[in-house]
T-cell receptor, first 115, second 115 residues
């Protein structure tokens, strides 16, 4: 089945540690996105990539890093510089043609907690 | 600046009844897209319906319809014949212009359907 896979579902980070969240899609979408969701709030954009080997900062990029070496993959690293990383992280992808043009589809999310 | 406002933190509806979830938006751009997503307790964001700013007719997808009133800048979601499985958080979102395609989210409405 086509879709977006995020792993792990739950992740724990120790002080001073970098952790990487995985996002893989087999929808052949060019654009991919990372959002952060805090309790009682909507989603906020961290980073996005519209094409392989290119990515842009979103509204809350500080303390995060990404790479886009393959079309299918857009991993997010939460660095030790992110002082409040506890949140729910959602990855999305978007096609550029056909009936699904302009629609962002989301993965199931990763819940990150600090130990 | 673009903004989405959802003024109903929570809504209750009886099974088989219709319910309207409110959404107002603010943008100065003439071209924009409006989206509704459902987020069940599992966390994934499920795309429901899309309305383009130039679309002449209100969007419909099965039991979901979008009541688009451009002059009032509102994009309310109507769910007909509510089901117990409709209980979830519902988010209204707007696509920002100028090539980012990022989504700007409201704070959501929690819908509870009771028998």
């Amino acid at each position: 089945d086509g879709g977006i896979t995020q792993s792990p579902k739950y992740l724990f980070r120790k002080e001073g540690q970098n952790v990487t969240l995985s996002c893989e899609q087999n929808l052949n979408h060019d654009a991919m996105y990372w959002y952060r969701q805090d309790p009682g709030q909507g989603l906020r954009l961290i980073y996005y990539s519209q094409i392989v080997n290119d990515f842009q900062k979103g509204d809350i990029a500080e303390g995060y890093s990404v790479s886009r070496e393959k079309k299918e993959s857009f991993p997010l690293t939460v660095t030790s510089a992110q002082k409040n990383p506890t949140a729910f992280y959602l990855c999305a992808s978007m096609g550029t043609g056909g009936a699904t043009k302009n629609i962002q589809y989301f993965g199931a999310g990763t819940r990150l907690s600090v130990l | 600046a673009q903004k989405i406002t959802q003024t109903q933190p929570g809504m209750f509806v009886q099974e088989k009844e219709a319910v309207t979830l409110d959404c107002t938006y603010d943008t100065s751009d003439p071209s924009y897209g409006l989206f509704w997503y459902k987020q069940p307790s599992s966390g994934e964001m499920i795309f429901l319906i899309y309305q383009g700013s130039y679309d002449q007719q209100n969007a419909t997808e099965g039991r979901y319809s979008l009541n688009f009133q451009k002059a009032r800048k509102s994009a309310n979601l109507v769910i007909s014949a509510s089901q117990l499985g409709d209980s979830a958080m519902y988010f209204c979102a707007m696509r920002a212009p100028y090539n980012t395609d990022k989504l700007i989210f409201g704070t959501g409405t929690r819908l509870q359907v009771f028998p």
